[in-house]
């Protein structure tokens, strides 16, 4: 609970990153997959569960995984510069084709010179 509040007031003051993201839903996958060997376990005889806690935390590991999966993809996107188009760098120069040289910068329309 600690990592979803934590998560919560990151994103609102837009100070998220993507790593921090990708560790805390990997930490909360390995939680929950515990609690499911628990729960298992419980319903084995262990302890006398019933047959819908396997199904809830059956869905807590699938949401989990789909959190790891899409933290692994914002991951990758942010160390190949999907989301910072130029890095903050400056300005860009491309060749253009037939129509001169193409400045491009962050957040901007190309401009053709």
């Known amino acids: 609970m600690i990592l979803i509040f934590v998560e919560i007031g990151l994103a609102a003051a837009h100070k998220l990153k993507p790593t921090f993201y990708l560790v805390s839903a990997v930490i909360r996958a390995v939680l929950s997959i515990l609690w499911f060997i628990m729960v298992v376990a419980s319903v084995a005889g262990l302890g006398g569960g ?64």
Do not use: C, M, W
């Open 50 to 113: 019933s047959g819908g806690q396997i199904v809830l935390a059956l869905a807590l590991i699938l949401s989990t995984v789909i959190q790891v999966i899409y933290g692994g993809v914002r991951v990758h996107r942010v160390r190949k510069g999907f989301y910072n188009f130029n890095s903050g760098h400056g300005p860009v120069t491309y060749k253009g084709q037939g129509q001169g040289d193409v400045e491009l910068q962050a957040g901007q329309a190309p401009v053709y010179r």
